[in-house]
Structures are given as C-alpha cells and as structure tokens.
C-alpha cells in the first residue's frame, strides 16, 4: 500500500481514540511530521471571526503575535482566497492566480522564516456558510499526488474531532431516515451511487435524492463530509 494511503487509513482509526484537545494537537503534530509537515492552525470562521485567530494550531507563537499585530489578515493572499472560494487549494496556485501582491509577498517571506514557506488550505463549511479552516504548512510540501486529497480527508475528520471535543459547536442529531443512513454507510466504505442502488435495490436516481436529503440535514457539502458528520453523530459505522 501506498505510504501517504496506509498513514492516512491509520490516521482516521487512531483519531477515535483522542480524548483531549492536547492530545488532539500532539496527535495533529505527530501524523503530520510523517508527511514532512511542520505545522497545523484550525480556526472556526464564523461571521465576526478572522484568520489569524487559531482556536487549535502549533504555528509558531511569534509569528502568530506578529501576524495579529501587524493584522496581516487584510493582505494574506491565504486570506484573500478563502473569502473568495469554497475550494482547497494549494499555496503554490496564489501567484499564477494573481494573489501575490507586494504586500502579500512580504508576509509570505516572513512567514518563511518560521519555516511557513509551502502549504495548502482546506475551507470546512456547511450549506449555511464556512464553519472552519484547516492550514497545512511547512518549508516544502511533498511532490505526491496522493498528498492533497489525503490531507483534505485527514482535515474532515480533524475537524470532526476537535468539534466533538471542544463543545464550542454542538449539533442537534440529525433525524436521518433509515434509507439515509443505508445509503451514508455504503458510500463510506466507497460505494458509488450505481453500486449503492444495485445493493439496495433502488434506482441509482433514488439513491441520489437520499444522499441529497442527508447532506441537507447534516449541513454537509459533498458525501465525504456527510459521511463524517454522520460518524460523529454515532448514526453510522463503516
């Protein structure tokens, strides 16, 4: 198996057992370094909030204090992206994209010099808006394909978890039908819609309106992110 594959699997069946947010960031900061990935930051994003404001993260204070103190938020090109898009995206795609303004070039040579000179970003939201973003940073981010969309797994059930033990956010249960959940379960164990309705009968067209229904109701954007949210509620197990 694949390394970034294996230490990704291994990553979602030991995250279960994390009790505290400490062990939560230690837990963070262990898996990531066998990524070659020096730092985290998770912030909520709720309507009054800003980057720079890590609720959980082991960036380095000082640049933390500085970034706040000079309120580099309004020339982040980090920033400036995550307010005008829902998507991941990779750090090295802001200055083919035109965000990498003079100013927006001194913060990323700062912040260079505590090691936070590659990285991506994964806006977390709901259909009601952003909820959270998770930052990966480090002095070069590995050349794998296989990289990127595990990091964007890895940050779904992160932010699972740090929501399950922060309290800060919790979430009526969801009243999932028993079809829902049927359909949730499969497509957590990688079945596709055409699969699910062969398993349970149905047309693949049913098993689609059932999916919708569920990411409605858990607030989720794409079935990944249900499948997760679903998790977390005890409503499944895959």
């Known amino acids: 198996m694949n390394f970034i594959i294996d230490q990704t699997v ?13 062990s939560l960031s230690d837990f963070m900061t262990k898996t990531l370094a066998k990524f070659e990935i020096e730092h985290f930051s998770l912030f909520e994003l709720g309507r009054d909030s800003k980057p720079g404001a890590g609720a959980l993260t082991n960036f380095p204070a000082e640049w933390g204090m500085r970034y706040l103190e000079k309120r580099y938020e309004y020339n982040d090109p980090v920033h400036t992206k995550i307010v005008r898009t829902k998507a991941p995206f990779l750090w090295n795609t802001l200055e083919p994209e035109g965000y990498l303004s003079r100013k927006a070039r001194r913060i990323f ?8 000179k590659d990285g991506c970003t994964f806006p977390i939201f709901s259909i009601n808006g952003y909820t959270a973003v998770i930052t990966y940073a480090a002095r070069r981010l590995e050349d794998d394909p296989k990289l990127f969309p595990a990091l964007q797994l890895i940050s779904l ?3 699972g978890k740090y929501i399950e033990l922060s309290g800060t956010k919790a979430k009526p249960v969801p009243n999932l039908s028993a079809r829902e959940r049927e359909c949730l379960r499969w497509a957590g164990i ?6 699910i309705g062969k398993i349970l009968s149905i047309s693949a067209a049913t098993v ?4 919708d229904h569920a990411r409605r ?3 989720a954007s794409t079935t990944t992110q249900a499948v997760v949210e679903a998790m977390g509620h005890h409503l499944i197990s895959v």
């Open 10 to 22: 291994r990553f979602i069946q030991e995250i279960r057992g994390i009790k505290s947010l400490n």
């Open 109 to 116: 040579g700062e912040g260079g010099e505590f090691g936070l």
């Open 157 to 159: 059930y992160f932010h």
């Open 190 to 195: 990688g079945k596709t819609e055409f699969e």
């Open 208 to 211: 689609h309106t059932h999916m």
């Open 217 to 219: 109701k858990l607030g």
